[in-house]
Protein backbone atom coordinates (compact mmCIF):
# COMPACT_ATOMS: atom_id res chain seq x y z
CA UNK A 1 0.00 0.00 0.00
CA UNK A 2 1.47 3.27 -0.70
CA UNK A 3 -0.02 6.87 0.77
CA UNK A 4 0.02 9.99 0.21
CA UNK A 5 -1.42 12.56 2.49
CA UNK A 6 -2.24 16.05 1.27
CA UNK A 7 -3.83 19.27 2.73
CA UNK A 8 -1.95 20.91 5.27
CA UNK A 9 -1.21 24.50 5.64
CA UNK A 10 -0.90 27.59 7.91
CA UNK A 11 -3.81 28.21 9.48
CA UNK A 12 -4.94 30.44 12.64
CA UNK A 13 -6.21 28.98 16.01
CA UNK A 14 -9.71 28.26 16.35
CA UNK A 15 -9.66 27.47 12.58
CA UNK A 16 -9.97 24.05 10.55
CA UNK A 17 -8.19 22.17 8.35
CA UNK A 18 -9.14 18.53 6.15
CA UNK A 19 -6.36 16.21 5.60
CA UNK A 20 -6.45 13.96 2.71
CA UNK A 21 -4.75 10.63 2.29
CA UNK A 22 -4.97 8.83 -1.20
CA UNK A 23 -4.19 5.00 -0.96
CA UNK A 24 -2.70 2.73 -4.34
CA UNK A 25 -3.68 -0.80 -4.30
CA UNK A 26 -7.06 -2.50 -4.61
CA UNK A 27 -6.66 -3.55 -1.23
CA UNK A 28 -7.55 -0.62 0.28
CA UNK A 29 -10.80 -1.33 2.16
CA UNK A 30 -8.95 -4.12 4.16
CA UNK A 31 -6.57 -1.96 5.75
CA UNK A 32 -6.93 0.04 8.81
CA UNK A 33 -6.38 3.61 8.27
CA UNK A 34 -5.06 6.35 10.93
CA UNK A 35 -3.38 9.08 11.11
CA UNK A 36 0.35 10.18 13.97
CA UNK A 37 1.87 13.40 14.10
CA UNK A 38 5.63 14.78 15.23
CA UNK A 39 5.97 18.23 16.42
CA UNK A 40 9.39 19.70 16.53
CA UNK A 41 11.75 18.27 19.01
CA UNK A 42 8.63 15.29 19.96
CA UNK A 43 8.62 11.89 18.82
CA UNK A 44 5.95 11.09 16.78
CA UNK A 45 2.29 10.14 18.54
CA UNK A 46 -0.66 8.72 17.50
CA UNK A 47 -3.68 10.55 16.54
CA UNK A 48 -6.43 8.80 15.08
CA UNK A 49 -7.60 5.51 13.56
CA UNK A 50 -10.28 3.66 11.97
CA UNK A 51 -11.48 0.74 10.97
CA UNK A 52 -11.74 -0.99 7.20
CA UNK A 53 -15.62 -0.34 7.14
CA UNK A 54 -15.07 2.64 8.84
CA UNK A 55 -17.58 1.74 11.31
CA UNK A 56 -14.95 1.86 14.61
CA UNK A 57 -12.70 4.55 15.12
CA UNK A 58 -10.32 5.40 18.16
CA UNK A 59 -8.54 8.65 19.12
CA UNK A 60 -5.91 10.03 21.15
CA UNK A 61 -7.11 11.75 24.15
CA UNK A 62 -6.09 14.55 23.09
CA UNK A 63 -7.68 15.30 20.10
CA UNK A 64 -11.21 13.63 21.35
CA UNK A 65 -13.86 16.16 19.89
CA UNK A 66 -11.66 18.24 17.95
CA UNK A 67 -10.90 15.52 15.35
CA UNK A 68 -12.81 12.82 12.77
CA UNK A 69 -11.26 10.43 11.05
CA UNK A 70 -13.25 9.38 7.98
CA UNK A 71 -12.85 7.02 5.16
CA UNK A 72 -14.13 6.44 1.53
CA UNK A 73 -13.56 3.14 0.14
CA UNK A 74 -14.89 3.48 -3.28
CA UNK A 75 -12.55 6.38 -3.66
CA UNK A 76 -9.27 4.55 -1.63
CA UNK A 77 -8.88 7.82 0.70
CA UNK A 78 -9.13 8.55 4.48
CA UNK A 79 -9.50 12.42 5.97
CA UNK A 80 -8.86 14.10 8.87
CA UNK A 81 -11.28 16.84 9.85
CA UNK A 82 -9.01 19.02 12.32
CA UNK A 83 -11.01 21.84 14.22
CA UNK A 84 -10.58 23.90 16.66
CA UNK A 85 -7.02 24.45 15.79
CA UNK A 86 -4.73 25.05 18.59
CA UNK A 87 -0.72 26.29 17.94
CA UNK A 88 0.08 22.84 20.15
CA UNK A 89 -1.29 20.98 17.25
CA UNK A 90 1.51 22.25 14.85
CA UNK A 91 3.44 19.11 13.81
CA UNK A 92 3.85 16.97 10.73
CA UNK A 93 0.78 14.80 10.50
CA UNK A 94 1.08 11.27 9.04
CA UNK A 95 -1.11 8.74 7.48
CA UNK A 96 -0.62 5.12 8.05
CA UNK A 97 -2.21 1.61 7.19
CA UNK A 98 -2.41 -1.52 9.06
CA UNK A 99 -3.33 -4.91 8.72
CA UNK A 100 -5.62 -5.09 11.95
CA UNK A 101 -7.63 -2.46 14.35
CA UNK A 102 -8.07 -2.52 17.25
CA UNK A 103 -9.33 0.24 19.78
CA UNK A 104 -5.91 1.78 21.31
CA UNK A 105 -3.27 3.65 19.20
CA UNK A 106 -2.34 2.03 15.76
CA UNK A 107 0.76 -0.49 15.02
CA UNK A 108 0.91 0.41 11.16
CA UNK A 109 2.38 -1.64 8.34
CA UNK A 110 2.44 1.00 5.98
CA UNK A 111 3.79 5.11 6.02
CA UNK A 112 2.96 7.78 3.72
CA UNK A 113 4.87 11.13 3.74
CA UNK A 114 3.91 13.35 6.26
CA UNK A 115 2.09 16.97 5.25
CA UNK A 116 2.88 20.16 7.61
CA UNK A 117 0.03 22.05 9.49
CA UNK A 118 0.75 25.14 11.21
CA UNK A 119 -1.01 26.81 13.76
CA UNK A 120 -0.61 30.31 14.56
CA UNK A 121 -1.79 31.88 17.87
Known amino acids: VQLQASGGGLVQAGGSLRLSCAAS????????MGWFRQAPGKEREFVAAINWSGGSTFYADSVKGRFTISRDNAKNTVHLQIDSLKPEDTAVYYCAAARYYSNKPMSPNYWGQGTQVTVSS
Open 25 to 32: GRTFSSYA
